[in-house]
């Protein structure tokens, strides 16, 4: 307690004692300062006495021994200004008056601009002596030049500071002479002092100036200087920039080795060959081709001397590489075509020496892949043994294996001529199956008109049956044993007997069928025969009745018989019937028609003898049995029964090719034109010429001519990619096989391929004229089947049509088809198809189109001529199947009308056609729709892609599917968010939803822009070098489409501006040959369920000839509205945005 008490007091003894040793402790603080400043003073006077040294100082050649004085002065001035900051904050701290040192501020301003003078002069004398006689290859030029420079510019500056200063001003004008007089060495500095100047140059120049310098210690300017080095500076530049120039250009060579260090081949391995193959090498082949103009550039210099041997190298190296690329993309071509052929045992067979020379170049193949995979550096790559000289010899052996092969294909050509119609792929891909017989199913459709397979035994020997694409079975009257002897293997051989086969079978059928008529009810006997048989008997009875009525008087008797037969006919094809016997009445009822017309026009025109022209002129049908008939080629009387068929005094074989159960053209007074212009050339050893414009009939009426004598008609849709080679082949088969051609389109080939043609066809037409049983054609022997004939349609006046050369003209009768006959052929067909009111009901179809084409707008994508009459035909027929006796005529054909017309019409036309319509067909109330189950998919499909299923646009995607029931080729036409993609997408997912297998399939789409690639690489071209072809991006699809199974619907879709270019390769795509032809002369045939859709913006520069051929659906934006769009986008919204 009393520590407690006594504390305050102790507190304050404490503090009185801590003040008293602090005052002590600050009273020496202060002494030592004091002390220390007088000491600073003293060195004050000094430094001041120093300065004015400096300041008297006025020979500049004592810089080296002045400097250490000047420098420690410079020092002492910095350290004082420390001590002054340090005295000053004492003085604050202890409470004392701050003194003042401002006379040092006022030294260190004048010492300054000395020091910097005498610094210069120091730096320069140090530098000087450094570079005389310091070793010459480490100076630098630039540095150097640079200082100099500087240091010059420096000396003006101080003697115009030290102006009315005598001693330094002196020392200024000192050093600046000094630097002036060093100055004039620069030029030698920057010539000799660079990394280009190499020891040999120092001798090339003390060779030129006649001197012996020792260089081994190394040299110094102030050597050179001696030697008066500034008098030949000419000499020292001269060699300079040589020196620098061969620098350049070492420098460049570096350069170019080192970009080729990381350069690599890209390789990939190719399908399950267990190799690999180059892929694009245009980045090596880019820096190639720059390289070497940069090498031969170096090579050119006249500097390049020192590095001439390396550089030459360097050239012979890129050289290789280049010579070694190209070799090795010309095996690679060829081995990526040959690999898969000669992979097949049959061909390894039938070509031996080939395949063993494949197999060699197989072997270096590989082994060099499998180093490249291993280290895939270009330059290590080129450093393989003898890889040029392996690949230029492998070229070689490919070359020698392709013509071997070429060879074998042109054998087995002329063999069976047949396959001069199919592409080298496609026989290469039969040859290579040979081992089984049922392998070339697939093909056999393209080798004959009507035969779509064959029927074989059950061991897979002996083929007894030929089966047409509509299912009709024709049972072969002598098999053909395909394993037996010579044949086995040897598809050729047994594909010829085939074809004999099925003439020998068919010219007996024939003669059965004949024998059979006299004696079976008509009815009946139609339904017992083969399709084609019936016609031609029908014909050949009809022709022999005609004449002996006319010659006996009794027409009118006829005119009724006619008219009872067609009836009895129409009866039954109203009535129960299976797939084939209607598709076989459809055909008869067409010819019958046509008949009984002609039999009315005699009868009408008086007819008395059956020598009068109006019945020589139509087209007649006589059987010869066997030794009836002199034969025009031999002399010599028939061994077989023939049938000829007759126009006025022209007369062909029928040929009793077999064509299946098809479809026969209406004939109407222009067909009866064109079939005499067309016989009456063939009979004068001419071609045929039709021409007019599109959808007039002229492929049609040459291939129905073809049809009626029974003759294999191929059709080709010609483009300017053809050349002679692809023609010449064409025409090695027509010649060999006795077939027709007809060469569509055929002014759109080139204008200097049309000049080679004409010889080609010239050749075949002298040949028949001469009677030759072979012929030299193009160098090859073939032999001449005398029915051949070569027939070519035209276009006059479109986009990328060339007028035909006369010589060529001269070989063709030409024959113009301009205005078909609408009513007539509506009739006809409407009959076919069991309509009664056939007429009316033909003529209302053609009134509506001709009102149509003159009282609605004027559109691009429009088209009222003759395929829009049948699409509107088809279309009844279709519904009239449908819905058989239980709807109206007018109700079906209205139907009809409206199905295949409104969709393609714009918003403001379809009032009008329904106007027409209206006044054409009055009362006529149309029934509800029946696509129940179809539109609620549609509705379902359109949601599931976040879309309205607004009316507007459900009924588009009807009108699709009803397009696509009619036509194969159609059109989407409409601006840009009309729809036009959604209706195709939403249309296909109805249709997979409603799937039944027969008329509802799903859907398999293949899409391309047509314009995004060049033309070859949509259909495929030939390489220029090599004339190998290779597909394209169309071509592959259309061929994918045509194998693929028909459970699903294949929509090849080109979504694209369209233009008369490139489409109009695809006319005989979209017309009824349904055939893609490629110029390779593979013809690719499009299935039922194949669609060729296109969806274009506009076809403002299509030509007529496409837009007829394709069915049209027009979409407008005014369709849907805006408002769907905006709903369809806020449903993609993320669900927290749309809340």
Known sequence: AFSSFAWPLQIQIDVSDSERSLDSQKQKFMDKLEGEKAEFNRNMTRYQEDLEWVKTLNDYSLAMKCANRINALKENLDTAKERVQSFEDREKLFGMEVSDYSELDVMIEGFEPFFRLWTAAIEFKHSEDEWLNGPLSRLNASEIDQLVE???????????????????????????????????????????????????HLLLLFEELDRDMDMED????????????????????????????????????????????????QVLEYKNTG?????????????????????????????????????????????????????????????????PIFGSDDIQRQMPNEAKRFQQVNTLWRSTMESVVENPNVLDVSDIENLLASFTDANKKLDAIQKGLNDYLETKRLAFPRFFFLSNDELLMILSQTKDPTAVQPHMGKCFEGINKVRFDENNEIIEAMISVESEVVDLDLPVKVMEGEKKGNVEMWLAEVQDSMIDCLTKITASSLTAYAQTERTKWVLEWPGQVVICIDNIYWTQEVATSIDNGKMEDYVKQSAQQLSGLVNLVRGD????????????????????????????????SSAEFDWISQLRYYWKPAGSAMMKETGKPNTVDKCQVCIINAMLYYGFEYLGNSDRLVITPLTDRCYRTLMGAFHLYYGGGPEGPAGTG?????KDLAKAVAVQCVVFNCSDGLDYIAMGKFFKGIASSGAWCC?????????????????????????????????????????????????????????????????????????????????????????????????????????????????????????????????????????????GSSR???????????????????????????????????????????????????????RDLTLQPQSGFIKKCIQLWETIMVRHGLMLVGATISGKTEVENVL??????????????????????????????????????????????????????????????????????????????MNTVLDDNKKLCLNSGEIIKLTPVTTMMFEVEDLAVASPATVSRCGMVFSEQVDIGWRVLAQSWCERLPERVRE
């Open 275 to 339: 190799t690999y193959v180059v892929k694009g090498i245009d980045d090596i082949q880019a820096l190639l081709d720059e390289h070497i103009i940069q090498t031969q550039t170096i090579r050119g210099s006249p500097f390049v001397k020192p590095i001439e041997k390396e550089v030459k190298d360097w050239e012979v190296k890129l050289l290789y590489i280049q010579d070694l690329l190209e070799q090795w993309l010309m095996v690679q071509r060829s081995w990526l075509y040959l690999e």
């Open 988 to 1065: 296909a997912g109805a249709l997979a939803a409603v799937a039944d297998g027969e008329n509802y399939l799903p859907v398999q789409m293949h899409k391309i822009n047509p314009k995004s690639i060049k033309q070859g690489q949509l259909y495929g071209d030939f390489d220029e070098n090599t004339h190998e072809w290779s597909d394209g991006i169309l071509a592959l699809a259309v061929r994918f489409a045509a194998n693929a199974d028909r459970s699903k619907r294949q929509w090849v879709m080109l979504d694209g501006p369209v233009d008369a270019v490139w489409i109009e390769n």
């Open 218 to 265: 190394g040299l110094t300017l102030a050597q050179l200087l001696e030697i008066g080095i500034i008098d030949h500076i000419e000499v020292v530049e001269r060699i300079s920039a040589e020196a620098q120039k061969q620098h350049g250009l070492k420098t460049a060579l570096a350069n170019m080795k080192r970009e080729w260090k990381p350069m690599e081949l």
């Open 888 to 942: 109206p005529e007018g109700v079906l054909a209205l139907s009809a009308l409206n199905d295949v017309n409104l969709p393609k019409f714009t918003a403001n036309d379809i009032p009008l056609f329904l106007g027409i319509t209206g006044d054409l067909f009055p009362g006529v109330q149309m029934p509800p729709s029946d696509y129940g189950t179809l539109i609620g998919q549609l509705e379902s499909a359109a």
């Open 577 to 608: 019937l299976t797939k084939l016997g209607r598709q076989t009445l459809g055909a008869l009822v067409t010819i019958d028609v046509h008949n009984r017309d002609v039999v009315g026009e005699l009868h009408s025109k008086k007819v008395s």
């Open 698 to 702: 002229k492929t049609e009426s040459t």
């Open 150 to 200: 500087e240091q010059f510019k420096e000396s003006y500056k101080t003697i115009k500071q030290f102006e009315g200063q005598e001693s330094p001003q002196e020392v200024a004008k000192a050093l600046r002479d000094d630097i002036a007089q060093f100055r004039a060495n620069l030029p030698v500095i920057r010539a000799l002092c660079q990394d280009a100047f190499q020891p040999m």
């Open 743 to 883: 060469f569509d389109e055929f002014n759109r080939i080139n204008l200097e391929v049309l000049s080679v043609v004409s010889s080609q066809v010239q050749a075949i037409q002298f040949a028949i004229r001469d009677k030759k049983q072979v012929f030299l054609f193009e160098g090859t022997e073939i032999r001449l089947i005398p029915s051949c004939a070569v027939n070519i349609t035209m276009n006059p006046g479109y986009a990328g049509r060339s007028e035909l050369p006369d010589n060529l003209k001269a070989l063709f009768r030409p024959c113009a088809m301009m205005v078909p006959d609408y009513a007539l052929i509506g009739e006809i067909v409407l009959y076919s198809y069991g309509f009664e009111d056939a007429k009316i009901l033909s003529r209302k179809a053609v009134g509506s189109l001709r009102l149509g084409s003159e009282q609605l707008s004027s559109q691009d994508h429009y088209d009222f001529g003759m395929r829009a009459l049948k699409s509107i035909l088809v279309r009844a027929g279709a519904l009239r199947r449908m819905y």
